[in-house]
Every structure is written in C-alpha cells, then in structure tokens.
C-alpha cells in the first residue's frame, strides 16, 4: 500500500497511530487494507496535500458528523487560514516586485519607498528596552 501512494511503510503506521486509519485486518501479520481503505489513504493525502490541512483537521473532516466540533468548521478554519495566506502571498510579492523595479542599483540605501517603508517599521516595532521591560 505504502508503494501504491509513494510514502513510507512509517506513514501508514503514524496515520494508525493518530487514528487516521485503521486496516481492514490481518494476514500472516501483514496488515491488509481493502476499497474503503484505499479510499481513505486517498482522501488523507488530497486533505494533506492539496488543502494543505493538518493530521489533526483531517481526522475532524474524516469523523464527518460523528465529530462534536464539525468537519465544516475544521475546513472553514483551514480556508480562512489559506486567505491569510494569500493575502500575505500578494503583498510579499508586490513588495517583492517593487524593489526589482526600482531604478536604482542599491534600493535599500537609495528607494524613496523603501526608505518610508523603514521609517514605519522603526516607528512601529518595539524598542529593545520595552522588550526587556516585558519580560
């Protein structure tokens, strides 16, 4: 099964262990897994891989309705953190396309932008005092 999904053997034992899987049974000690199984090792990496959610967000999403907190609000949850992400994503990469486009050969010593972009960082982010004084 591992070879069929391209993961280690210890995979399939970590997703057991975390009760995301149980086989269908045993044979001579080998565990066996049947349609079912196979369909649920699908589902684990779709959830893994494709929407990026956790172990602990996939086995809410696997529970289905049995789950006191709701499959629905566990992939809610893993949506809005996407949209962060996004947001997070576009303004990195707006910034990031702004300093290649600057004319100048040494934007951190000479871009206008980036120069007020310093200046509001430094105005906005603690002193090391006050981070002492928090501790």
Excluded at 7 to 31: A, D, M, N, V, Y
Excluded at 109 to 116: D, F, M, S, T
């Amino acid at each position: 099964m591992a070879e069929r999904f391209g993961i280690p053997i210890s995979t399939l034992r970590w997703w057991e262990k975390c009760g995301l899987l149980t086989p269908s049974g045993r044979e001579s000690g080998r565990r066996r897994y049947d349609e079912a199984d196979l369909r649920r090792i699908a589902v684990i990496q779709l959830c893994q891989n494709t929407a990026l959610m956790s172990l602990d967000e996939i086995r809410v999403v696997l529970a289905g309705g049995d789950q006191t907190q709701g499959w629905r609000e566990a992939v809610q949850g893993r949506l809005q953190a996407c949209d962060e992400q996004l947001a997070r994503l576009s303004s990195a990469r707006a910034y990031l396309a702004h300093v290649l486009e600057c004319p100048s050969e040494d934007p951190v010593q000479q871009c206008p932008y980036l120069a007020k972009e310093i200046d509001e960082h430094l105005t906005q982010a603690p002193s090391r005092q006050a981070r002492r004084a928090v501790r």
